[in-house]
């Protein structure tokens, strides 16, 4: 082939095709650089920019919805990858902010430090639930894992009331400056303070990029696709010579560490570590989340947590109808989940499928 030919093929080449999209769309670096976007420009995007805000949205609740959209990426890499459901995934979210808690009044307050013992915990506690109900499968699993939950609830009503604060929960928690430099609370000069108000959005949001990071690493590895072998068929996965215990052992346990993250992240947010966070609702709504928002998919569960907590913290406070914040979910949460199994990250992908299809005729 001449010089002349591959310079005709390449002048008439398009700059655009469907096909360079749907090799860009996947890759890991468009994932890392659409999350990044994204977390830049959310906040001001639902709570300040001149139309967008007309919603009600505020700055605390985009920053609160990151925080609960970690835990859904964290608990979705167990359901959606390897197909076991947890119910007791409060005890993670929990345990760690109750872990970073009491690190934070008792030893330091440096951020990052209780970020790293809140989820060092939470891994411990993944380490000795996981050896006990991975024994166990399909709905059998669910139930041990609400009733470890369960229990750990009630070990900090009573038992540990006075390390846990009892129903009062844990007050007081003060968080140090960041590397020194400035306080988490502290407000951004200028442009940056428009966008992000605080540096404790740019911390939670840089935790969630690198999460968003992880989980998609993980995912695209050879562990997920066991994962998800797993998932399809546990049986004929332990045919092939693999140790099923093992990957599921190992699913849980990075699950649980990012649920614990989270948790975390949610003590150093509100400053507070309360009971509720142990309770079996919290473990209930994670679900939801992840069902509304499309289980197995990246981020699917981190829209369920948009849409789940826009209800609690918007529709709640609406005159006369506010009240019913959580009748208008279900019907909501009904009618996405029975017209798409895939919830929204399905209905989005249904509506690109078709717009695409009338672009390429």
């Known amino acids: 082939m001449s010089q002349e030919t591959v310079s005709e093929q390449v002048d008439e080449a398009p700059l655009f095709s469907w096909e360079s999209w749907d090799r860009i769309k996947y890759s890991e670096g468009f994932v890392f650089a659409a999350t990044t976007a994204f977390v830049l420009l959310w906040s001001w995007l639902f709570s300040r920019a001149p139309i967008t805000s007309e919603l009600g949205g505020y700055h605390s609740l985009a920053t609160t919805m990151l925080i609960w959209g970690i835990f859904a990426l964290g608990f979705n890499l167990l359901l959606g990858q390897t197909g076991l459901l947890s119910f007791g995934h409060a005890m993670f979210w929990g345990g760690g902010g109750y872990a970073a808690a009491i690190f934070a009044i008792h030893i330091s307050g440096d951020p990052i430090l209780v970020l790293v013992v809140g989820t060092l915990f939470t891994l411990l506690l993944a380490v000795v639930t996981g050896v006990i109900a991975l024994r166990l499968h399909a709905v059998y699993f669910a139930i041990i894992t609400l009733a470890m939950g369960q229990l750990l609830y009630y070990l900090a009503t009573s038992p540990l009331r006075p390390i846990t604060g009892g129903r009062n929960g844990l007050t007081g928690v003060q968080i140090e400056q960041l590397f020194g430099i400035a306080y988490l609370q502290e407000p951004l000069p200028g442009v940056f303070g428009e966008l992000w108000v605080n540096y404790e959005y740019l911390f939670i949001a840089l935790v969630f990029v690198l999460v968003v990071v992880f989980v998609n690493r993980v995912r695209k590895s050879p562990y997920g696709l066991i994962f998800r072998a797993i998932r399809e068929n546990e049986r004929r996965t332990s045919f092939v010579g693999l140790n099923v215990w093992r990957y599921k052992f190992a699913a849980f346990l990075m699950s649980a560490g990012i649920a614990g993250l989270a948790g975390s992240l949610y003590t150093i947010e509100s400053q507070f570590a309360g009971l509720s966070s142990l309770y079996w609702f919290t473990s209930g709504e994670v679900v939801i989340m992840s069902v509304l928002g499309g ?45 798409y199994p895939d919830g929204i990250w399905g209905m989005i992908k249904s509506g690109g499928a078709k717009v695409r299809a009338k672009l390429e005729t």
């Not at 289980?295 to 948009?306: C, K, M, R």
């Not at 406070?317 to 009618?335: D, K, N, P, Q, S």
């Open 295 to 339: 289980v197995g998919s990246l981020f699917g569960p981190v829209l369920g947590a948009i849409l789940y907590l826009y209800f609690e913290g918007v529709v709640d406070g609406v005159a006369i109808i506010g009240r019913y914040w959580l009748l208008m979910l279900a019907v909501v949460f009904t009618a996405i989940v029975w017209a």
